[in-house]
């Protein structure tokens, strides 16, 4: 399983990160200890080394590992630093707009008013100048994500690691989410993050957005399933929206680091929104059920007992009193939006050769038939 896992891996790095998005490590290191230098009091003297762009980097921003040292108080300080580059328009990103300012901000302020662990960010240059692209700077910490390739669901230290230890990290990261919706006023907090379309809600602008998401995603084509679950969730609408929270957008386990099951950082804040405490647990919900309908097709046991929709919505209700509700509405619009997210990639693996064209156009969802099965209510039985 290993040896397959390693050859699945290497492929799908290639078609997250294509070649023309790799960058000249000796001529990055000039430019880092160049800005570093306007960053730093005079005197500073920064210094890069042991830089390294990760080989499945490229799905989203990219992440650039290196260590700097500095001058600082007459004494020598030394950090392990992490830079978040937005992509070139020349690498096909998998989004039409990266603010990673905006995903800065929300980090300093998560990390201020929560005790989530986020890391430690230091600059933020929304300027393109430096480096090509806007990018940020955090501090780098050390632990285990669960991978995405191969998925951590068969084969990895977590579905290796005892029962006890797997609910351990379940729990702990359901109490992330319940953290983040606990922030007081979050509308006026993270007032940047506050959409400026006209619809009358944040979920009815939250949708609206991706379906202008779609339409740039599909450039002209029309998905019909993509289609009808716009128009299922139009159809199946919430009574009750309930509370506006801070959303983290991308709430899933593949985004944490963890030492003894623990998460000790949350990453990925691109997707961060506000709206209703259900987007993220939809979205929570649904992506461990990808990775595990991945598992099934393949032959391979998964994880069926871990992150299951009724278990994830009773640990979060005992953590807020909250009942989860209309868990078929948030999981639908979450399969909805990451069959978006897998077309725009898929669609950029035709781009770059690496994969071609289908004949039915609802084939670049990878997850065609689960959108299927929930447009015929048979999916969750």
């Known amino acids: 399983m290993q040896q397959q896992r390693e050859e699945t891996g290497a492929k799908n790095s290639e078609v997250a990160r294509p070649p023309a998005s790799r960058r000249d490590l000796a001529d990055l290191k000039e430019r880092l200890e160049h800005w570093m230098a306007c960053q730093l009091p005079a005197g500073a003297e920064p210094r890069v080394s042991g830089l390294e762009v990760p080989a499945s980097n490229g799905m989203s921003t990219e992440t650039v590992l290196f260590d700097a040292t500095w001058r600082e108080n007459d004494r020598t300080r030394a950090e392990s630093l992490v830079a978040r580059v937005a992509p070139d328009a020349s690498t096909v990103p998998v989004f039409p707009v990266y603010d990673l300012d905006r995903q800065f901000q929300v ?64 729990e702990s990261s359901v109490g992330i989410l319940a953290k983040l919706h606990a922030i007081e006023n979050a509308e006026e907090k993270f007032a940047f993050l506050n959409s400026k379309r006209p619809e009358a809600t944040p979920l009815r602008r939250h949708v609206a957005e991706q379906w202008s998401y779609y339409e740039w995603t599909a450039d002209g084509l029309h998905l019909p399933v993509i289609e009808r679950c716009f128009a299922w969730l139009q159809d199946h609408w919430p009574r009750d929206e309930g509370p506006t929270v801070l959303s983290w957008g991308d709430a ?17 804040w691109e997707m961060a929104s506000l709206g209703p405490r259900e987007l993220d647990l939809g979205w929570f919900i649904f992506l461990h ?18 992150l299951r929709r009724d278990d994830v919505a009773a640990t979060y209700e005992s953590l807020t009193g909250h009942i989860p509700r209309d868990l078929d509405f948030y999981t639908m619009y979450a399969a909805l939006r990451h069959g978006i997210v897998m077309c725009r990639i898929q669609l950029r693996a035709i781009h770059f050769g690496q994969a071609t064209m289908p004949d039915d156009v609802n084939d670049l969802i990878m997850h065609r038939p689960t959108l299927e099965r929930m447009l015929a209510g048979t999916y969750w039985r």
Do not use: C
């Open 107 to 170: 980090m300093r302020l998560v990390a201020a008013l929560t005790s989530v662990p986020v890391p430690r960010v230091y600059w933020s240059e929304p300027d393109s100048g430096p480096l090509g692209t806007p990018f940020f700077v955090m501090e780098r910490v050390e632990g285990q994500v669960p991978p995405d390739v191969m998925p951590y669901n068969f084969g990895s230290w977590l579905s290796d690691a005892t029962a006890a230890e797997q609910t351990k990290l379940q």
């Open 252 to 268: 899933r386990i593949g985004n944490v680091m963890y030492r003894q099951f623990e998460p000790v950082a949350v990453f990925d």
């Open 289 to 306: 059920r990808f990775f595990e309908d991945i598992a099934a097709n393949m032959g391979l046991p998964g994880m069926p007992h871990f």
